[in-house]
């Protein structure tokens, strides 16, 4: 089984959506197991503090090494993890290929940063892999640590009820955008399904989903180069 610790200073942002859908489901199958620590319950003075202002100057909090480090250090004694994950947009630009290299691993370990930035030290010693979600700023860790687990848990065999959704998918045959779906009614005010998905034609309907996936994989690249 799979498993996935996070460490985050804001754990409520990510409890409702580890228990919800298929995320919920693949815990309760025990295809997975996910526990969130609150980097608080680490901080090591009785004020509880986990950040402090910047050396150096200049605006915002960085968060404190020491937390991260009694955390990381007592988690890493009770197992060995195969990737430990900072979220951030200074990483690598995540995509379907890293969510199938991430899927194959036993045990990892995402840390989440919130607001201003983690300690460097923290990265140097612990980081194998830095990953950002998108060339954009977010207030912390917690989304992108949510969007590359989800992103991983669909991939385990047996999460999926269809285990062939996953291998038809956009992206999962490299950078290339699946046909349209359509379900009943096949005209919905006026609307029509393609007449080719209800004749029946099975050799038809396969040549109408590569066009349509060819076209759409076409358009893709044109929005996005
Ligand atoms: N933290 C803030 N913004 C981020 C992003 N785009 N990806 C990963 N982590 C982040």
Known sequence: MMRIDIISAVPDLLTSPLQTSIIK???????????????????????????????GGGPGMVLKPEPFF?????????????????????????NQKE?????????ILVVAGHYKEIDDRVREKFATDEI??????????????????????????GVLN???????????????IEAPNYTRPADFRGMK??????????KEIKKWKEEQSKFLTEKWKKLNN
């Open 25 to 55: 489901r693949a815990q309760d199958k025990g295809k997975i197991y996910i526990q969130v620590h609150n980097l608080r319950e680490y901080a090591f003075n009785k004020h509880k503090q986990i950040d402090d202002k910047p050396f």
């Open 70 to 94: 009694e955390c990381i250090e007592k988690l890493q004694k009770e197992r060995e993890y195969d990737h430990i994950i900072f979220t951030t947009p200074k990483g690598k630009v995540f």
């Open 162 to 176: 269809d285990s062939e959704a996953a291998l038809l998918d956009s992206f999962q045959d490299g950078d290339t």
């Open 193 to 202: 399904v393609p007449e080719v998905l209800l004749s029946g034609n099975e």
């Open 132 to 157: 950002s979600i998108g060339n954009y700023v977010l207030t912390g860790g917690e989304l992108p640590a949510l969007v590359i687990i989800d992103a991983l848990v669909r991939l385990i065999p």
């Open 99 to 107: 969510a199938n290299r991430l899927s194959l691993a036993k045990n």
